[in-house]
């Protein structure tokens, strides 16, 4: 477990800089209003794949996992979910071609877009098949193999974009979205075919199986359903914020403002999460190994710890953040902008980060169907709100609208975990934690901004020093942290037990789980 958790956790954090640093490229290329066409461009590139794939890729996954468990071929589900998979794939590429002036003259507002989105269009299909070939090696285990695909389907999209932009000298939209589209393109058909050729389908017995239509169908369409409606909403809410922000009267370019939040700002905050979405798929697991054994109390356990040291990262990378936001907005896109809304952003960190993890318990404890319906409930309130709020509020309407649905959405999730968990929450180490994060920002006022590397790291490494030292001596953090999260990541024994239990009763735990072992 540890070997896969670090290759996952080092590609993750390897592909979200490579990917970030290419943002930064891309925004002094083309500004932040190129910025904010690409991410509209992007946002209906995702919707069309998400129809076209129809949760292909978590069909591909479930039912590989199956046939390798029961040491029979994955040709049949492999199949199967080809076949799935073109069914509506190629009819969704040939409507978002036929689509495409009408999406982009008038839902995206620009007819720049249009030549990006021929170029999505043309290679739909092989990246919804991309996305099948990558749930057969996930369910093989065959990490080494997806991590150096990946690392090699990046390299080409960064590649052929520069080749692209180099020869188009210029910093016009339309060019920079074409060799986005072309070089996303060009890598994912790259990666398709090397995953092709390096399939492993196992060993037939006997008569091969006709791929399982019902099962595909069965499997993919709930899923694929889900997935639509999210992606729906989640395209709306991303075409409606520059149209209803250019009513704002304070807006000035309304496609730059865009450009700015979600083109820079975001990845900025969410690049952290690299880290914990490989402890979320650890949790997982673990609660996976924990359901086998009798004894709510490792669970609950399981879930204090979990969501303690998720908090406890959050308000670290938020404090850094909030730390070197003006110079690293500076640093990365020469944009006072983009550091002012690093700043404002950054106190909403530890919620983002923690409801990963709430969302990663909650599918170990098989509760994926109520996260689903809370995803699309906050994803229809989020729309409304901005419909309502943006040209009443601006930008500000946009924070409000952002802080309200992640927060509704995070305790829903929070709530449902605590009772699936028969665990009750206690504020009090939370708080705590928090006020020391605080107080650990607050000498970052009184330092003089800085240009360059040295204006973001000084005041980052002076935040983490206080709070470390706060937390130490308010007995925030002990050593048993330390310990618990490496016994998690090293894995391979069972769940720890809690602290409070008496030492007669952890021999006994430990003589009963041997002797399950054995």
Same mark, same amino acid.
């Given at each position: 477990?540890?070997?896969?958790?670090?290759?996952?956790?080092?590609?993750?954090?390897?592909?979200? +800089?490579? %990917?970030?640093?290419?943002?930064?490229? #891309?925004? &002094?290329?083309?500004? @932040? =209003? /190129?910025?904010?066409? !690409?991410?509209?461009?992007?946002?209906?590139?995702?919707?069309?794949?998400?129809?076209?794939?129809?949760?292909?890729?978590?069909?591909?996954?479930?039912?590989?996992?199956?046939?390798?468990?029961?040491?029979?071929?994955?040709?049949?589900? +492999?199949? %199967?979910?080809?076949?799935?998979?073109? #069914?509506? &794939?190629?009819?969704? @590429? =040939? /409507?978002?071609?036929? !689509?495409?002036?009408?999406?982009?003259?008038?839902?995206?507002?620009?007819?720049?877009?249009?030549?990006?989105?021929?170029?999505?269009?043309?290679?739909?299909?092989?990246?919804?098949?991309?996305?099948?070939?990558?749930?057969?090696?996930?369910?093989? %285990?065959?990490?080494?193999?997806?991590?150096?695909?990946?690392?090699?389907?990046?390299?080409?999209?960064?590649?052929?974009?520069?080749?692209?932009?180099?020869?188009?000298?210029?910093?016009?939209?339309?060019?920079?979205?074409?060799?986005?589209?072309?070089?996303?393109?060009?890598?994912?058909?790259?990666?398709?075919?090397?995953?092709?050729?390096?399939?492993?389908? %196992?060993?037939?017995?006997?008569?091969?199986?006709?791929?399982?239509?019902?099962?595909?169908?069965?499997?993919?369409?709930?899923?694929?359903?889900?997935?639509?409606?999210?992606?729906?909403?989640?395209?709306?809410?991303?075409?409606?914020?520059?149209?209803?922000?250019?009513?704002?009267?304070?807006?000035?370019?309304?496609?730059?403002?865009?450009?700015?939040?979600?083109?820079?700002?975001?990845?900025?905050?969410?690049?952290?999460?690299?880290?914990?979405?490989?402890?979320?798929?650890?949790?997982?697991?673990?609660?996976?190994?924990?359901?086998?054994?009798?004894?709510?109390?490792?669970?609950?356990?399981?879930?204090?710890?979990?969501?303690?040291?998720?908090?406890?990262?959050?308000?670290?990378?938020?404090?850094?953040?909030?730390?070197?936001?003006?110079?690293?907005?500076?640093?990365?896109?020469?944009?006072?902008?983009?550091?002012?809304?690093?700043?404002?952003?950054?106190?909403?960190?530890?919620?983002?980060?923690?409801?990963?993890?709430?969302?990663?318990?909650?599918?170990?404890?098989?509760?994926?169907?109520?996260?689903?319906?809370?995803?699309?409930?906050?994803?229809?309130?989020?729309?409304?709100?901005?419909?309502?709020?943006?040209?009443?509020?601006?930008?500000?309407?946009?924070?409000?609208?952002?802080?309200?649905?992640?927060?509704?959405?995070?305790?829903?999730?929070?709530?449902?975990?605590?009772?699936?968990?028969?665990?009750?929450?206690?504020?009090?180490?939370?708080?705590?934690?928090?006020?020391?994060?605080?107080?650990?920002?607050?000498?970052?006022?009184?330092?003089?901004?800085?240009?360059?590397?040295?204006?973001?790291?000084?005041?980052?490494?002076?935040?983490?020093?206080?709070?470390?030292?706060?937390?130490?001596?308010?007995?925030?953090?002990?050593?048993?942290?330390?310990?618990?999260?490496?016994?998690?990541?090293?894995?391979?024994?069972?769940?720890?037990?809690?602290?409070?239990?008496?030492?007669?009763?952890?021999?006994?735990?430990?003589?009963?789980?041997?002797?399950?072992?054995?």
């Amino acid at each position: 477990m540890f070997y896969g958790a670090l290759l996952l956790t080092g590609a993750n954090l390897v592909l979200r +800089l490579a %990917g970030m640093s290419f943002q930064v490229y #891309l925004s &002094g290329r083309i500004g @932040a =209003a /190129g910025v904010g066409l !690409l991410q509209l461009v992007l946002s209906v590139r995702m919707l069309a794949f998400t129809l076209g794939s129809s949760g292909a890729r978590t069909c591909a996954l479930y039912l590989s996992a199956e046939a390798l468990g029961r040491r029979r071929s994955v040709r049949p589900a +492999l199949s %199967g979910c080809i076949r799935y998979c073109l #069914l509506f &794939g190629l009819p969704t @590429a =040939a /409507g978002l071609w036929v !689509l495409t002036p009408r999406i982009a003259g008038g839902w995206i507002g620009d007819p720049a877009a249009e030549s990006a989105l021929r170029a999505f269009a043309l290679f739909l299909p092989v990246s919804c098949l991309n996305g099948v070939m990558t749930g057969l090696f996930t369910a093989a %285990g065959r990490l080494r193999a997806l991590v150096a695909v990946e690392f090699l389907e990046q390299g080409c999209a960064i590649a052929v974009t520069f080749a692209l932009l180099a020869r188009w000298a210029g910093g016009e939209a339309e060019r920079a979205c074409l060799s986005v589209a072309l070089g996303s393109s060009a890598a994912g058909a790259l990666s398709l075919g090397t995953l092709w050729l390096l399939r492993q389908e %196992g060993a037939s017995q006997g008569r091969e199986d006709r791929p399982p239509w019902r099962r595909v169908f069965g499997l993919s369409l709930p899923v694929g359903l889900a997935d639509d409606l999210r992606a729906g909403l989640s395209t709306v809410e991303n075409l409606i914020i520059p149209r209803r922000l250019a009513l704002y009267a304070g807006t000035v370019n309304a496609m730059a403002d865009y450009g700015v939040l979600h083109g820079m700002v975001f990845p900025v905050l969410m690049f952290p999460t690299a880290i914990l979405a490989s402890l979320a798929d650890l949790l997982v697991a673990e609660f996976s190994r924990c359901a086998r054994r009798p004894g709510q109390i490792r669970v609950r356990y399981l879930v204090r710890q979990g969501l303690r040291v998720s908090w406890l990262f959050g308000v670290c990378a938020a404090g850094t953040i909030f730390a070197a936001a003006r110079p690293l907005g500076e640093l990365l896109y020469h944009s006072e902008a983009a550091g002012a809304c690093l700043r404002l952003y950054a106190p909403l960190v530890p919620i983002l980060y923690l409801d990963i993890v709430v969302d990663a318990m909650c599918k170990g404890l098989g509760q994926q169907s109520a996260n689903a319906r809370y995803n699309l409930l906050t994803n229809l309130l989020d729309v409304i709100l901005l419909w309502l709020l943006l040209p009443r509020f601006g930008m500000g309407g946009y924070y409000c609208s952002f802080a309200v649905s992640h927060l509704i959405n995070f305790a829903l999730s929070l709530r449902r975990l605590g009772q699936s968990a028969g665990f009750r929450f206690t504020p009090g180490p939370a708080v705590k934690a928090s006020l020391c994060g605080a107080a650990a920002a607050l000498p970052v006022f009184l330092l003089r901004p800085q240009a360059g590397i040295p204006g973001a790291a000084v005041p980052a490494g002076c935040y983490l020093l206080a709070l470390f030292s706060l937390w130490l001596l308010f007995r925030v953090v002990g050593p048993r942290d330390g310990r618990w999260l490496l016994g998690l990541l090293w894995g391979g024994g069972p769940c720890w037990d809690p602290p409070s239990a008496s030492s007669s009763g952890r021999r006994l735990s430990s003589r009963k789980a041997a002797e399950e072992d054995h």
